[in-house]
């Protein structure tokens, strides 16, 4: 079972919007901090934001002041507000989660599969 499923992802042009969401099922619990990451076709794999269970969130200075990270009411979900988005923003978002394993209780970070945003210029 995919422990993260994100959603929301899809083509958007520059300077709109688009609000990613991501559940985490039922393979993983006693979740602390949540995030994104994004990763553009040829490039590494990128940190964009993170959010503690306090709420207490972090950027990425590429994103700082455009994109807001907030988590449900149930602490197992986490969004993504993308405004002003730009052309160098088309990656794949992938949602992750410090989280235990619901079998194997052990601690760690869990990954979703990633959701494609593209913004044409």
């Known amino acids: 079972q995919v422990p993260l499923v994100e959603s929301g992802g899809g083509l958007v042009q520059a300077g709109g919007s688009l609000r990613l969401s991501c559940a985490a099922s039922?393979?993983?619990?006693?979740?602390?901090?949540m995030g994104w990451y994004r990763q553009a076709p040829g490039k590494q794999r990128e940190w964009v934001a993170v959010i503690s269970t306090g709420d207490n969130t972090n950027y990425a200075d590429s994103v700082k002041g455009r994109f807001i990270i907030s988590r449900g009411n149930a602490e197992n979900s986490v969004y993504l507000q993308m405004n002003s988005l730009k052309p160098e923003d088309t990656a794949v978002y992938y949602c992750?989660?410090?989280?235990?394993?619901?079998?194997?209780?052990?601690?760690?970070?869990?990954w979703g599969q990633g959701t494609q945003v593209t913004v044409s210029s």
């Open positions: 992750t989660a410090d989280a235990r394993d619901l079998v194997t209780t052990l601690r760690g970070d869990f």
């Open positions: 039922g393979s993983i619990f006693d979740i602390n901090a």
